[in-house]
């Protein structure tokens, strides 16, 4: 099991940028895949971008263009810069882990078992 710690949450305005990290307390280049996901009041978790081991990045549609995840192994890092930043990203930000091979792509959110507490999002209009 692997404990993960995200930080860099806060409170912006639209348009501001934030970036989100989340420290993995073993190797993580032996994931088969780290995930961001964010969860607002009322709302189901939803997948927000994905890196495969092989290097391979997935971002949701509606923070294409937007987000840009990147993977630091030497740190057991990964990281979520986040830019034009939209009252409709406010939310829980969660960073998750999967050290086994991946059913889908991107993978479920079932398919992750390692998850941590999260970090707050708000951006205000």
């Known amino acids: 099991q692997v404990q993960l710690v995200e930080s860099g949450g806060g409170s912006v305005q639209a348009g501001g940028s934030l970036r989100l990290s989340c420290v993995a307390s073993r190797d993580i280049s032996s994931a088969y895949v780290m995930g961001w996901f964010r969860q607002a009041p009322g709302k189901e978790r939803e997948g927000v971008a994905h890196?495969?081991?092989?290097?391979?990045?997935y971002y949701a549609n509606s923070v294409k263009g937007r987000f840009t995840m990147s993977r630091d192994n030497a740190r057991n890092a990964i990281y979520l810069q986040m830019n034009s930043l939209k009252p409709e990203d406010s939310a829980l930000y969660y960073c998750?882990?999967?050290?086994?091979?991946?059913?889908?792509?991107?993978?479920?959110?079932?398919?992750?078992?390692?998850w941590g507490q999260g970090t707050q999002v708000t951006v205000s209009s």
């Open positions: 998750a882990a999967l050290y086994g091979p991946n059913a889908y792509w991107p993978p479920l959110l079932s398919e992750y078992r390692d």
């Open positions: 890196i495969h081991r092989a290097d391979a990045i």
